[in-house]
């Protein structure tokens, strides 16, 4: 193509993709569509899951892309309004209230709005001036945030990020990095003991898988021995750091949970950072679910201790509510914020102007062009002010307690955990299954499990204790009530019975 | 908080934000903000960027934080309406076809729409459970594209990462764990000679912090010599390959570009696969911006031997016109797909139930927790057909064609490359600076593009040629028009002008 009258053809077919009358028309058909199934979900009428299995579903995505484009303009929002229910009948619904499964939330839904707002217009903001105020709004959400960890304002650095992984990974780059003043340039020492980074016996898979990516390797991740509440045991640690320390072996770093994920323990954060600042290692603690603690005064106190991490993570996807992504870090020393990489690119960064990079988030990020991601946080808050985080906080925390109390009070359920915060782990034990070993038990509980969301009456998902199966529950839905648990312990019993028998 | 109706009133005060209502007006709103924001932007009027110091839109941003959240439920669409034009009114505007700026586009708007059904319902699908037609849209994404790009079907495999430096950085993890079997779980070989990556000598920056992130280090990435097009020499690359062989140094991985940034040159990608074979080298080509020429039948010939290479990444945020972020891994190798990570979170993958693990992305990607990042892609294709992307490839391309002859007929400008793609960088060189120095003539190219881009009529970007600064179009608008174009040197020229007087 390059006849004048064939770039005029182009443009002329472009020319829908970019109409913003057919905008608005699709923006509103989205708009109701979404609202409809809103008010559905919501409601807990339909199911959860809309489960259909891979293949089904793969079927159908590729035929869409395979069908006919839109034949005139007219057609535009009816074909967006059409993907989009495929979209909506296909998916998982977070916002039933029979939602109590991963630690993902039954997000605000006006958060999409803000998120849909950089989406459309895109704000790319590796650099300033590219999403000037994206940035803005991620630096104020960053002040305010790391202010309610407990960090001195002015003091302390942060910036969102791609996800927990991603969060946990660049934390421990850094530490890594000011260990090791020339591990950037020349690579992992060579020489000497190998480093090692110690970790909470249970912390997020990310944490080992961070010890592979940076060359580390996983089997030198050292697990910190764990009390009977599944937290980091000080003494424990104390004395591994000892032997360490004694062996010349490098400690990268010790990584606490606030909480880790199995049963949502946290650290006694202030124990562990008498034990990292006796030995002189840099603390970083995995807040990504329990930072939102912060903004309860009934809660906070799980978090003392936590301004004195050296690097600390906190997803505002989790519990405050926003969709996925928007991953927080923060460096308790502002001289660390740019330690995790160095790189040189004049087409990016002005070094005419340099005091600009301070507000470029490609200097801090593994992203180079990111999207707005803290937009959904910023209007969230800007709309409905803090108290909204603090009472989603109280009410999915209360609930859960309340979960664990039936539970308990239940002959047929084992509760493997008394809550710190709304994360409860547990098994389903008939009396026909008191006596069985453990890996009949097991099956059992992921059959039962299987069986329950794939029925779209309820969606929770699996752990494991012992090495043996189990169920768990993370409150992430504020409209879910005590009758929906009650419904969820009977749904249990009856498709527990059923599959007993069919045994 | 525990008595119950204290917990009562949590749950009044969080209603309104799970309002699906309230919702619905806030989306007609939230749309209308955007129709009118684009219909202004798309035509022209108004500024590129917005600027503004980072301090003043901090305070903007701070204070919208601090402000009293919404009254009434009568409130919640006002505050939203308002919030947003604050954004809109302080940000970037790709969508100005004054825009020539980033590999960043003007992104199709109704793609954001795509992206805000997953954001608002929130599917976070690190396990197919979790986001079952997100996971299942990228399937069929990752299968298209890679198709286009010439692998066989069935034999290679692909999935969607938060942008083209986690692509990149993943391909590279996977190069060094199937060069190193061992190095996941040991770390980094510490014995023989260092490992060490060959890239294109101007490779995209996170290709050398790939290497400083897995420790490997910055300094072990040999550039590649080019050739007077800035592409990979392949004889040169052999020698290199040669001399490196003969030293026993192992080689992770060779990177070639498809295209590298500065000026868009995109590599002979046959050539470089014949030196890789004959060496057994890993191939990975960072095809972010140049991918989508598989959509032209004009310019797919850039992108021959891609189909040869190991790995692949290509941004659909780039030049297939969706928002960030949006990045497509590839393997040739279907068997390479689990290589660069290997975790054990029993609460995630459920053994009892291997297949479906396939479809778990969480497996293969940086991120656990993940946006539908593939939605925008798959609905602009299913509403538009693939024929968009052809057509956005061959008049963003086309006219940047013009732009460079425009260049290159001025007695005023110098053109730096005569591009291949989209890409021309180039300097104002006005007779009074003909025979000025480097320094001076660098810096009046920086001068310049400052006083350019924050008047807000056009956005450009700067780079560098030999070490002296210079200025970059990227054409990412398809409403660019050659009259923009003719406008822009004149801009430049206006400007240019006064601030040599000026001096």
Redesign the interface.
């Known amino acids: ?2 006849p004048p009258d ?2 005029a053809a ?2 002329a ?2 020319a ?3 109409d ?5 028309d ?3 058909a ?3 569509a ?6 559905e979900s ?1 409601s807990g009428e339909g199911p959860v ?4 299995a ?1 293949a089904d ?2 079927a ?3 035929a ?2 395979r ?4 034949g005139s303009n007219d057609e ?1 929002a009816d ?2 309004r059409g ?2 229910g ?3 009948k ?6 039933s209230p029979r939602y109590i ?2 630690q ?21 903001m590796a650099i ?10 991620e ?3 960053v ?2 945030l790391g202010e309610k960890l407990g960090f001195d304002a002015g003091s302390f650095a942060g910036f969102v990020t ?5 969060a946990n ?1 660049t934390c421990l ?1 850094t530490a890594r990095n000011v260990l090791f003043k020339k ?6 020492p ?2 000497g003991p ?1 480093p090692v980074l110690v970790a909470h016996g249970e912390s ?3 944490i ?2 961070s010890a ?9 991740v050292i697990k910190a021995e764990l009390n009977d509440r599944r937290q980091i045991d000080p003494s424990a640690l104390d004395e591994t750091l000892t032997r360490l320390r004694a062996e010349g072996v490098p400690i990268v770093a010790v990584a606490a949970g606030a909480c880790a ?2 049963i949502g323990a946290f650290d006694d954060l202030n124990a562990v950072a008498d034990v990292c600042e006796k030995h002189g290692v840099w603390m970083h603690v995995d807040a990504a679910h329990g930072g939102a603690a912060a903004f ?1 005064p ?1 809660h906070k106190h799980l978090l003392d201790g936590v301004e004195r991490a050296d690097s600390v993570i906190w ?1 505002a ?1 989790k519990m405050l509510f926003v ?3 928007c991953a927080f870090v923060f460096y308790k020393n502002r001289e660390h914020r740019f330690e995790a ?8 960064f ?1 070094p ?2 340099p005091g ?1 990079a ?2 470029d988030s490609g200097m801090k990020t ?6 707005a991601a803290a ?2 946080l ?11 985080f ?3 906080v ?2 999915t925390f ?1 609930l859960t307690r309340s979960l664990y109390e039936k539970l308990n009070a239940a002959a047929d359920f084992e509760p493997l955990n008394d809550p710190q915060c709304n994360i409860v782990a547990f098994r389903y034990v008939p009396a026909c299954l008191r006596d069985a070993n453990d890996a009949t038990l097991g ?1 059992f509980q ?2 039962l499990r ?1 069986d329950l ?1 794939r029925s779209g009456r309820f ?1 929770i ?4 204790k012992d090495g043996v ?1 189990a169920l ?1 529950c993370t409150v992430m839905n ?2 879910t009530t005590e009758a929906h648990l009650d419904e969820l312990l009977n749904e249990l019993r009856t498709r527990g019975r059923a599959l007993s028998e069919r045994r």
């Not at 899951?49 to 259909?52: A, E, S």
């Not at 592979?212 to 030198?220: A, F, I, K, M, S």
């Open positions: 193509m390059s064939s770039l182009a443009r077919r472009i829908p993709a970019y913003a009358g057919l905008f608005r699709s923006g509103h989205v708009s109701d979404l609202a409809d199934h809103l008010a919501l899951l809309n489960w259909n891979p579903n793969i159908a995505a590729t869409a892309l069908g006919e484009p839109v535009v074909r967006v993907l989009v495929e979209i909506l296909r998916g998982q619904n977070l916002h499964g991963h993902v939330p039954a997000s605000v839904p006006i958060a999409g709005l803000f998120d849909a707002v950089g989406s459309v217009t895109n704000q790319p300033y001036e590219m999403g000037p105020f994206a940035s803005a709004a630096e104020a959400c002040a305010a791609h996800g927990g992984s991603l990974t780059l591990c950037w340039e020349e690579g992992v060579r020489s190998q997020h898979y990310c080992a898988r592979g990516l940076l060359g580390l390797g996983t089997r030198n994920t199995p309860s009934t997803d996807h969709p996925a992504l990489f160095r790189q040189d690119a004049p087409y990016l002005d005419s102007d600009l301070e507000h593994l992203e180079c062009t990111k999207r937009l959904g910023w209007g969230t808050w800007a709309t409905f002010g803090e108290q909204l603090t009472d989603l109280d009410v209360a099956r992921q059959d299987r969301v969606y998902v699996p752990t494991a199966p768990r504020p409209l």
